[in-house]
């Protein structure tokens, strides 16, 4: 191979030549453009050629040094600039997740006893939690100047004495009753509240579920048997039940339960409840002598911290999510 064919043959390969990275970049610039490159050996043959092939050869070599220059220089930038823009985001990579909720275990606790009164009949009523006083005191048995209101004393409103935020649900049995005639069997969940001093066990809002019956030869036998399976299909057949005597306005007979966990030997009180007072019933336009029905009211979060072993009423509303998440299976 004569010097001129060598020189095409380098700029093809000159032309050919890869230089997608750093090292391919740096064995091109050796081979080209180095002190000891191929051009030099290339330029050493001219000595070989005559007159005019000399001529030839010398303007072989510069175009094939130039064409390595430009080629090695447009690399170089290219390969900079890779090194300077930023990696793409990789499109593989799983998405941040988007932080889920869980429900409260109120709400939960809530939906559990709720369920279990549906199971038997029960349908859901609401009534408003902003109540007058004849619906929230008088209409339960409890004239202005009873001793009973001082147990459950709430939030009037400035505007307005007469509304309050109501103490108990018990308000709904009066809601229902003056607008619908027995049969009557109605549970009623919500919120309450009290002027109460906030400690662990007691909160200035709470949430009650209530309970109404109303029929012909309703019997206090009725209310123990509808007590004893909430009792056994919330806690579990394990916990023992008792009701005793107590006193409630709007109930004759009044009666307190009381569940005891298996191993304890400390009965806590769950619950309210009697037989309709007549005179709640004649309030309500219902015949007393006709009718008879029961009413029983109880707490969600006391149960619920029974259920879980929560010790501080006040946990459940500071909506701290590493508190609330620990109940989103339930
Ligand atoms: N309302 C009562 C309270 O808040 C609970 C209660 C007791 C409700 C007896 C009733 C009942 O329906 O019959 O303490």
Redesign the pocket.
Same mark, same amino acid.
């Given at each position: 191979m004569d010097a001129l064919d060598r020189a095409r043959a380098l700029l093809s390969e000159v032309e050919q030549a890869k230089l997608a990275s750093a090292a391919e970049a740096e064995a091109f610039r050796l081979r080209f453009l180095g002190s000891k490159n191929e051009l030099k050996e290339l330029m050493a043959l001219i000595k070989t050629l005559s007159g005019e092939d000399k001529k030839k050869l010398g303007q072989w070599v510069n175009t094939i040094k130039q064409q390595a220059e430009e080629k090695y220089r447009q690399a170089m930038q290219q390969l900079r600039a890779l090194e300077e823009t930023p990696l793409p985001a990789d499109l593989t990579r799983p998405g941040w997740p988007h932080a889920l909720g869980s429900r409260h275990p109120v709400s939960v606790v809530r939906e559990q006893m709720t369920d279990i009164f549906l199971r038997l009949g029960f349908a859901i009523a609401t009534g408003p939690e902003i109540e007058d006083d004849w619906h929230n005191f008088t209409a339960?048995n409890m004239p202005e100047d009873h001793p009973a209101r001082d #147990? &459950?004393d709430t939030f009037y409103l400035r505007r307005n004495p007469d509304l309050m935020l109501r *103490?108990? &649900?018990?308000n709904v049995?009066i809601r229902i009753m003056q607008r619908q005639k027995p049969p009557i069997r109605i549970i009623a969940p919500g919120r @309450?509240y009290r002027n109460e001093t906030i400690t662990y066990k007691s909160h200035v809002f709470f949430h009650?579920i209530? %309970?109404?019956y109303v029929d012909e030869q309703v019997s206090f036998a009725d209310l123990k048997q509808t007590i004893l399976y909430f009792v056994r299909e919330f806690f579990g057949a394990d916990y023992a039940c008792r009701i005793r005597p *107590?006193y +409630?306005p +709007? &109930?004759e007979i009044? !009666?307190?339960v009381d569940i005891r966990r298996p191993g304890s030997d400390q009965w806590l009180e769950i #619950? %309210?409840?009697? #037989? @309709?007072h007549p005179e709640v019933l004649r309030n309500c336009s219902i015949d007393p002598d006709r009718y008879s029905g029961? !009413? +029983?009211? #109880?707490?969600i979060e006391r149960p619920a911290m029974l259920k879980y072993g929560i010790s501080d009423i006040r946990l459940l509303y500071e909506n701290d999510v590493r508190f609330l998440r620990q109940f989103a299976s339930a």
């Open positions: 339960l #147990m &459950t *103490s108990q &649900t018990s049995q @309450v009650q209530e %309970g109404l *107590s +409630f +709007f &109930t009044s !009666a307190e #619950m %309210g409840c009697g #037989m @309709v029961f !009413a +029983f009211g #109880m707490g």
